[in-house]
């Protein structure tokens, strides 16, 4: 079966509300805040199966989120050893027979800032999130990632970055989404520093 690597990404320390956020979505083990993880995205979603069963075996690890769709299968590894998310990782990558660079980059397809946001539309935003609150007044930044996984890694260096309230992350499917709340200044940073990070993970270019 040909596989395609979609997102492959360490996050070298998982903050508190990313963290969290994992938490109140994780079906298996939740991890903690300052534990590194790692997050593989792959095509088909059937193939995740077998990616975990190698990881798992190769280093202690332990399994957040393992979701198989039937296009794409997302899995979330962590531990408090960087060591061991990394031998788990290479473990994926032999099973695969890639290299890290043969993942996708990822590419931003679209990204707002809303300033001043009404209360409405505020209502609405918090009846979809999962995560934090968004305030009536607030800046709302919203972030459309291709592919999905990477989505993960723009929220934890926004949270790294800037004093933000994390709304909702959408780490699977064809796009990933990101949703921040807060000061018009806090946001800016917050941005900035998503984009920068997605703009630095080298790969292939697109689906090919």
Do not use: W
């Not at 299968?73 to 060591?83: A, N, P, R």
């Not at 709340?181 to 946001?187: R, T, V």
């Amino acid at each position: 079966m040909l596989v395609q690597l979609r997102t492959f990404t360490y996050l070298d320390v998982l903050q508190p509300q990313l963290t969290g956020f994992f938490q109140t979505v994780a079906s298996g083990f939740q991890p903690l805040s300052g534990q590194c993880s790692l997050l593989v995205e792959v095509a088909p979603g059937i193939s995740i199966n077998a990616l975990t069963d190698v990881a798992l075996k190769r280093a202690k690890v332990y399994p957040g989120m393992q979701i198989v769709e039937r296009a794409y299968g997302l899995l979330e590894l962590h531990s408090y050893d960087q060591g061991d998310v990394r031998a788990a990782g290479e473990a994926i990558l032999e099973k695969l027979e890639m290299k890290e660079s043969d993942r996708i980059a990822p590419q931003i397809v679209s990204r707002e800032i809303i300033r001043g946001i009404d209360g409405h539309q505020a209502m609405i935003v918090n009846r979809m999130r999962h995560g934090q609150l968004l305030l009536e007044g607030e800046s709302l930044y919203v972030l459309e990632t291709q592919p999905a996984g990477y989505a993960a890694l723009a929220a934890n260096e926004a949270e790294k970055a800037a004093n933000i309230n994390l709304l909702e992350v959408i780490t699977f499917g064809a796009f990933g989404r990101l949703y921040l709340g807060g000061s018009e200044e806090e946001i800016n940073e917050a941005a900035a520093a998503a984009e920068r990070a997605l703009g630095a993970v080298q790969g292939r270019k697109g689906g090919k």
